[in-house]
């Protein structure tokens, strides 16, 4: 079965500082996708990832996918308030399995 | 339309009532599939269907849960006899093979 962990689960960071959420997955998949959730709303998609190797970036975010070690990580740069929000990362087997998700609240 | 609609958008029900969600998703997507969420975050996935075939049921509990997608209708999820842990947010999303999910903005089920 497949197995999706996301760590960390909870992120407080201050502004203007960098960090990186790791994403591990238990078997073979080459679709990996990142969301992100706001209280009580649905799954804004940020990245799709669908090859080793691949990197995506948009705006403080950047997404980076390692087929070979079933690992993605999401970069945020130069953290600011407008990112607080909680973060999933998803991969793709048929269906779609998530992690526990990121609850990151940035400070000023 | 080029939303997944779900409704309603809230549903309180009593302990032991029928629960029954809705979920109409973009027109020409063939997969659809319904998650859970509980409070802490975490997406269950429940059932998929491609077309009006159930394609993957390995999370759907057991008893009290059952999803219907018939032609030309909102496909379903209806929960017999609710129970206080099914309170959660649904979510339905639906794809046009091989990726690419559309989520809908969920139903929160509230069972007290």
């Known amino acids: 079965e497949l197995k999706v962990e996301q760590n960390p689960l909870f992120l407080s960071m201050q502004e203007g500082k960098n960090y990186t959420i790791y994403c591990n997955y238990s078997?073979?998949?080459?679709?990996l996708y990142w969301y992100r959730q706001d209280p009580g709303k649905s799954l804004e998609s940020l990245f799709v990832l669908l090859s080793n190797g691949a990197v995506k970036q948009e705006g403080r975010l950047m997404a980076s996918l390692d087929t070979k070690a079933r690992l993605s990580t999401l970069h945020i740069t130069a953290a600011v308030h407008d990112l607080s929000a909680t973060y999933f990362c998803?991969?793709?087997?048929?269906?779609?399995?998530f992690g526990a998700g990121t609850r990151l609240t940035v400070k000023p | 339309g080029e939303e997944v609609a779900q409704t309603p958008k809230h549903l309180v029900r009593g302990e032991g009532q029928k629960a029954k969600l809705y979920c109409a998703p973009i027109k020409g997507h063939s997969y659809v599939f319904w998650y859970q969420q509980v409070l802490k975050n975490e997406f269950k996935f429940l059932i998929s269907f491609q077309n009006e075939n159930v394609f993957d049921e390995t999370g759907m509990p057991k008893e009290r849960f059952s999803a219907k997608c018939l032609p030309n209708s909102p496909c379903s999820l209806e929960i017999q006899a609710t129970k206080l842990e099914d309170s959660a947010v649904y979510f339905c999303?639906?794809?046009?093979?091989?990726?690419?999910?559309?989520f809908g903005s969920g139903t929160r089920l509230t069972v007290v």
């Open positions: 999303a639906s794809s046009q093979s091989p990726y690419g999910y559309t």
């Open positions: 078997t073979t998949s080459d679709r």
């Open positions: 998803a991969v793709e087997n048929n269906d779609m399995r």
